[in-house]
């Protein structure tokens, strides 16, 4: 009784650990890690969320910010993506960020100056940043929450403005679909600034997007030169994508 006790809390333990590397693995996929059933998995869920350690949503399960222990091991990767990014641009570059939280986040490291960002997120404006980084919006009709700037009026913009570099993030991206988001009014937008971006393309993304595939298409696998996401990225997938020409780049802790 004692050891089925140990091996229940055992797996439950790494249930949790799982949800902190992966937030939105889904139930079936933690089943077949762990190898058990579904039925077996979803009681453990029950259980944890009941102590307040998970929260579950339509297919899936995210360790509670009121979990013992909790990091919030995305962010602190995603910050690192941002600060690699900032790290790639040069004195006197224009580039081009698109409505992602993270590539914008890579602004407030921005240490080069006479920079000019052209972005279609509104935040920008509140950004910290330092003095000599330029902000220009592209215009559009706002779209909430994101506060992305979309429609006639932001593409007209872009249509006759090219930059250097294009920093753009994604809600997922795979080897065999390319870079993908939810939102189908930003994909011509990314598709601007992708094409428009003359000495290289940088793809911002955690190890939670990579390999998942999302509703709409910005961009073949062809057109990512240069993907930017840390450690815990899956290899196999990785490795798809370095073989279609993908340089991969990924930050750890201790580069920082």
Do not use: W
Not at 130 to 135: F, L, R, S, T
């Amino acid at each position: 009784m004692k050891r089925e006790r140990a091996y229940v809390e055992g797996r439950r333990r790494q249930v949790l650990e799982m949800l902190q590397r992966n937030p939105q693995v889904r139930v079936e996929e933690l089943a077949k890690r762990l190898g058990v059933s579904v039925v077996t998995l979803r009681r453990d869920l029950q259980f944890l969320e009941e102590q307040k350690q998970i929260e579950r949503f339509y297919g899936g399960a995210r360790v509670s910010r009121d979990a013992d222990g909790y990091i919030d091991e995305v962010s602190i990767c995603r910050d690192l993506i941002a600060r690699y990014a900032a790290s790639l641009v040069e004195d006197g570059d224009t580039i081009f960020i698109n409505t992602s939280r993270n590539a914008l986040n890579m602004v407030k490291y921005i240490k080069s100056r006479h920079v000019t960002v052209i972005t279609n997120n509104v935040r920008a404006i509140s950004m910290d940043k330092a003095e000599g980084v330029d902000i220009i919006l592209t215009g559009g009709e706002v779209r909430h929450p994101k506060e992305a700037l979309v429609g006639d009026f932001a593409i007209r913009n872009l249509q006759s403005v090219y930059a250097k570099k294009a920093f753009v993030g994604c809600s997922g991206i795979s080897a065999r679909v390319g870079m993908t988001t939810e939102i189908a009014n930003e994909v011509n937008v990314n598709e601007l600034m992708v094409e428009h971006a003359g000495q290289g393309v940088y793809l911002l993304a955690d190890h939670t997007k990579i390999g998942h595939n999302s509703s709409f298409t910005s961009c073949g696998i062809e057109m990512v030169k240069n993907l930017i996401t840390d450690e815990m990225a899956p290899e196999e997938e990785l490795e798809q994508m370095r073989a279609q020409g993908v340089k991969v780049y990924q930050v750890r802790r201790s580069d920082f």
